[in-house]
């Protein structure tokens, strides 16, 4: 084991290093930079003569080539040092780190409500299969997949916000309430639960429709085993064979779910948070493409590429747990 998680930790920096650099380029590529970009929406009698925007760029370090400033960038990570925010103007660790919590709420809540209720759906759609109550079931998860999640969102926008405005069922983007510094502990509490309905709903009802029927395609499979036809002849309950011998031989590629859900967890939903106002990574990671904000783009970069590995290396150790076949040389 020892062995293998050398080699994959070693892959997985050759795998850094490839993704960082490619995203670097192509986001020093793109047309314009943060002068450029902050200059259309200035005055044009405040607006930087020639002579200033290169000493700006000198600054920035942005008139050197991008493979010598991705250079510059990466030898800074082993010390912890993004940079820091063309923006705002203050390092990247913290701009980042501010907008963790509001995503980690959403899509920590979601992916729990997902599997929490994905997996006991699962197992009653394989229980009841092609009972009446079953199909209906089927229908609706698969109309919930089709349905973009920003249809749904601006549908409830419009439903709670404009249609019950001024009534006890508005319900309003934004994380919190304009008087939220005001509020008591317990009223701060309810104040973000309220605003958090409609995205978690939104973030949570196509992962939950492709996971229950994920976890059905599965089950399916495993009860046509021959050990369970054994488990079945020797008398052992639809529900006991259900969950103690069909369920556990799901899990390898429920595992594997799992490992690759770790970076949506921080990474965020761009267009979600941007619909509802939650100021989470997603929204933050649409800002700084906009205003070419680069330290903040690759600090992103590099987060949700070190999730993704983790996620797939953590998948791959919890695979010889739930199977003692599974071995790792």
Not at 192 to 219: D, E, Q, W
Not at 224 to 251: E, S
Not at 304 to 321: E, H, K, M, P, R
Request: glycine residues 6%; charged residues 15%; hydrophobic residues 50%.
């Amino acid at each position: 084991m020892f062995t293998y998680l050398a080699r994959r930790m070693l892959l997985g920096v050759v795998t850094l290093i490839v993704v960082t650099m490619i995203v670097y380029g192509l986001a020093r590529n793109m047309p314009g930079n943060p002068l450029t970009m902050a200059a259309e929406n200035m005055d044009p009698s405040k607006r930087l003569s020639k002579e200033d925007q290169l000493r700006m760029l000198q600054a920035f370090e942005l008139d050197k080539p991008w493979y010598e400033a991705y250079f510059r960038w990466i030898i800074k990570l082993p010390v912890g040092d993004l940079g820091t925010s063309f923006r705002e103007r203050r390092p990247v660790i913290h701009v980042n780190g501010e907008r963790i919590g509001p995503t980690l709420l959403l899509s920590g809540l979601s992916l729990l409500l997902t599997y929490v209720l994905a997996v006991p759906l699962g197992l009653y759609s394989t229980l009841r299969s092609n009972h009446w109550d079953e199909r209906l079931s089927s229908v609706l998860l698969y109309v919930l997949y089709s349905l973009p999640t920003y249809v749904a969102a601006l549908e409830l926008l419009v439903l709670f916000y404009l249609r019950f405005k001024g009534t006890a069922w508005q319900l309003e983007p934004g994380m919190v309430s304009d008087n939220y510094a005001t509020l008591s502990s317990a009223a701060k509490v309810q104040d973000i639960s309220k605003h958090l309905i409609l995205p978690l709903i939104c973030f949570t009802y196509g992962s939950l429709a492709y996971y229950s029927r994920f976890v059905k395609a599965n089950m399916e499979e495993a009860i046509r085993q021959d050990y369970i036809r054994t488990a079945r002849a020797k008398g052992v309950g639809p529900i006991a064979i259900l969950i103690k011998h069909a369920f556990r031989n799901t899990l390898i590629p429920f595992v594997t779910l799992l490992g690759l859900s770790l970076p949506g967890i921080l990474s965020g939903s761009i267009i979600l948070e941007q619909i509802f106002s939650w100021p989470g990574m997603g929204s933050l990671f649409i800002n700084a493409l906009t205003v070419r904000d680069y330290p903040v783009i690759m600090g992103l970069t590099l987060m949700f590429t070190v999730l993704t590995l983790v996620g797939q290396l953590l998948a791959d150790i919890l695979y010889a747990l739930v199977d003692p076949r599974v071995t790792y040389t």
